[in-house]
Structure formats: C-alpha cells, structure tokens
C-alpha cells in the first residue's frame, strides 16, 4: 500500500489525470489500492505524509509528540540512544505532527481525497484509521500493550498539551526538534542522512517558513539523491561514491594492473583523500546526538558528514595500500596524522562484545525493539554491532599495525582479538554469517571470511574457517558464481534467486511438481505455466527446493506450497 498509494500519488502531482499513465498505470494504481481497502490502510509513515499533504487527516495518525526531544539523558528511552537513523526520521516526522501542519488544499487534493478511499473522506473514521496497516506492508506487529499506549497519548496527552500551561510545553518541544532539523541540514549541507529524512526535513522547513534560506538550500541538493537509469528516473536512499572507489581501488592493486591504471589509481588517491572527514560536526555536537566524525569517510561524499564505521575502514584500508606504491604512480600519500585520526574513530566504535556498529556506538538496550513504531522495519530502535563492519575493521587494523606499529598498538592487538572472537561467536550453525548490509549469507559469509583470514585464520587451521568454505561451496552455482534471494534478508532463510531455478531445470516441461494442499500430497504436475516474475525459490539446508508464489492472487488460488524434489 505505501508503495502503490504514493506512486499513485505522485502521478496526479506530476499531471497525470485520473485515466492517465502509460498502459492505464493510474486507473490500475487506484484499482488496487481500493481493493485492498483504501489509502487507510497505509503503515504509519504513509500517514503522516498523506496528512502533510492534505490527503488524510493527522486524526488518524498515532502520536508523534516532540516531547521525546525533551527526555533527560539518564531514561533508557531518550533520543542520544536510540538508531540515529530513526531519530533523524522521527524529529522532522514530530516537527509536522507537533505543527498539524497542512499544504494548500487545492482542487487536486481535493480529487485525491475522493480517490483514495472506499468511503467518502468526511465519512472516514480516522480513530479506526490510526491502528489500520495493510497485512503485506505490516512487518512488525504493534502488540496490545503498545497500542493502548498509544492510545493513551492519544487521547490524554495530546489533549492535554492544547491547554496552557501544558501548551508553552510542545512549544518548546518544537523548538528543539526544529533546532535538531537545521543541525542536520547544516552539518551534512543539506544532504541530511538519507532521502527519506531529507524529504521530511524539506516539508519542515517548509512548514516553518515556505520562503526561508533552508528550504532554497535543500532544493539546491535535490540532485544529489537523483539517480537516472534506463528505465527513468528514482530517488536512491543516498550515494554509494566512497564505498565503490575504495572497492575498485582495491581491485585494482589486487589484479596487479597498475602499469594498465595507474592513471585511474591516482585520481581515486585523491578523491579517497579529498573525503575523509578532517572535523567533528560543528558546535556542541554531542548535544545534538552526534558522534564524533574526525577522521571517518562517509558512504557517499564528504559533504554528506555521516561518518560510517566499514566505509572508514575500507577508505582507510585502499590508502594504506596505496601508500606502499611509487609516489609517481598515485601521487602524495596522505597525512600520518590523517591515518591516526581514522583508527581512533574506528576504535571509538567497539563494542564490549567486540564488534563494531556503524554510525555511533551502540548505547541503547535492545528490548527497546517492543516500543518499534514503524511497521514497515526491524530492528530499527537502536544502533548494534555488524559482522561486515567488524570485518572491514579487523582487516584494516592489521594492515595498519603492520605498516604503522608505533601507533596505539597495544589497543589494536587486543581489538582485533576481540572483534575476532565476536566474528566467530556470530557464525550461524550451517557455516555461514547473516548479512546486514547486503544480500544476505553470501555477502556476509564473505566479509566475515575476509576478516578471519587477515588474522591467519585458513581452513587449515580454523574449524569456523572450513565451516564457512563448506557452505560457499555448497551454494556455488552450475556457472560458477553465486547469487542470492533479498527473501533472504527478510526470512533470515538463505533463499535462491528463481533465476538460478530455471537455470538449473531450463525445460520446465520436465519438472514434477508434487502439489501439497494442507500438508496432503496431491496430483504430479508435469508442466509449470506460472511466470518467473511469480516465483521465488529458497533452498533449505537439505537442498530441496521449495517455491512459494509470491503473488497473492496465485496463493488464493493454490492454497498451497509447491515443492520441487
């Protein structure tokens, strides 16, 4: 739902009518969203943006309230602990609820309005509408106890903060998340985290002042989030400029090519040097729940201000290298006191157990994950520790203390013992590594794998190590390389690409497909007419196949799960 209402909506905003769109896209887009109950079914952040543009009714939204800017330091809920990427969300999202702020109600919302829903908008009943999420958007159930909290914010406090005295209280409340609002936007230029809270802090702005500097500044880096494909153009979540050169450079050195790009070397020297963040965030950083950023790379480009943990060690990791080359090959090496600088931002992150987490140290509690109010995410409340980012450390810090042994040494050795040791405790009992940042068990197996070597880890020698080669090899494909499922983010299973399916059987005629309706075998199928863009395919540890549809109309259809032997 939140992806088909907003595109829906998106289309009318840019023109098209009611019938428009390539091949009835609109007519088709509004079709499903009503048979699927309506633009009321929307997860919570849909809401809110629905309700800033005047298309639903912030009486249906459950509380957002700017007080939680307010919460003393000391309480395990307060803004420094929980994930920086939820409360860089959340500050702008509470700025316009905390406002009820409105855009213009022109005759196209009003057409929207009559659009979007299978009632009559005035006949809506928004209360109801606050707890509605449509099952496939809904990925982490509200249980009983957080919904009647918020239910009583809903009714008790907000209630309460119309009236003075308590009134001067969400005054100030939105006073420090708009305070929170332009610290990010000035401390990333205008970039801010990523596109979903830069679309946020643009509306709040807006909601301010429409004519203000800010709002002419975050226009001015739209562009930045714009990607232009063969197949139009999107908004990515932020750019990946840093992460990609430190890989190629790495390459690069790997092939033992450089006399071929040498040339190439060199530019990505600079641009690896040009990006390193050389200052932590302006003013009282830390009051702004902000880490220390001296030192680190970002994912994308040193405007971007956002220091990240693994993008700082392969950087730091591809200089490094770099620096053992002819200077009339890649140019002047960087600073010693540069390098320093990143090694104690990269320390600053390790946790207890040893791993190191991405943006800030992990400080929240983990239970924290029952208060989740997104619907739509997972383990969203507070920073953790990654397999990847402990890998990309660990190798880093080897290659460091090798080339630079007279700098905090000691400290190294015993946070590359740590992180060691956190790697293998995370290891799954099929040999592999769940991974976060990328998919899944393939990408993680493979850092973890990475990290374990560069502290002489083989699979001589290494129980965890031989493990983790037996289940690569037992994913390899028949072409020789690997792919994976994103199912496998979701369903912690790893879960293979239905491409790999037909590779494996390309003519289907021959696949029996033995059909199990409620567990009871049924008829051989000896023909497969389902279309691949239908199917997934994952594989479970004794390498059966299993295929689910994942195509609502095929499940009602089907009841059933078919399963390839």
Known sequence: MLGTAFNYVALRLLGEGPEG??????????????????????????????????????????PVPPEFLLFPSFLPFSPGKVWCHLRT??????????????????????????????????????NKARHLCLKEDLYTSRSIAQNLLLDGVHYLSERLLKQWPFSKL?????????????????????????????SLNMMACW?????????????ARVPDILWLAEDGMKTQSIGSQLWDAAFATQAIIASNLVDEYGSTLRKAHEFLKLSQIQENAYGDFRSMY????????????KDHGWQVSDCTAEALRALLLLSQMPAEIIGETIDTERLHNAIDF?????????????????????????????QAFGDVMVETEYVECTASAIQVLVLFKRLHPGYRSKEIEVSVANASSYIGDAQMSDGSWYGNWGICYTYGTYFASKGLASVGKTYRNSRTVRKACEFLLSKQHNSGGWGESYLSCANSVNTLCVTYLFMQFPDTSRIE???LLDGTPGKLFQKVSFPVNSLIVSVTLNREFFLTANHRGLLEDLHATLCII
């Open 21 to 62: 769109g390539g091949d009835g896209a609109v007519t088709k887009a509004r079709k499903w969203v009503l048979d699927h109950g309506g633009a009321t079914m929307i997860p919570a952040w849909g809401k809110v943006y629905l309700s800033v543009l005047g298309t639903y009714e912030w009486s249906g939204c459950n």
């Open 89 to 126: 969300v959340y500050t702008p999202m509470s700025y316009l609820y905390g406002k009820k702020f409105v855009g213009p109600i022109t005759d196209l919302i009003l057409q929207l309005r009559g659009e979007l829903y299978i009632q009559p908008y005035e006949e809506i009943d928004w």
């Open 170 to 198: 969400r005054e100030q409340a939105l006073q420090e998340a708009i305070k929170h609002i332009h610290y990010e936007d000035e401390s990333t230029r205008y970039m801010t985290h990523a596109s979903i809270e830069k």
């Open 207 to 219: 909601a301010e002042d429409p004519t203000s500097d800010a709002f002419k500044f975050h226009l």
């Open 290 to 301: 902000r880490h220390i950023s001296k030192g680190a790379w970002t994912l994308s480009v």
């Open 346 to 374: 990269l320390l600053s992150l390790q946790s207890k157990n040893g791993g190191f987490s991405v943006w800030e140290p992990a400080r929240g509690q983990r239970w924290l994950e029952v208060l989740n109010p997104t």
């Open 513 to 515: 497909l033995p059909l």
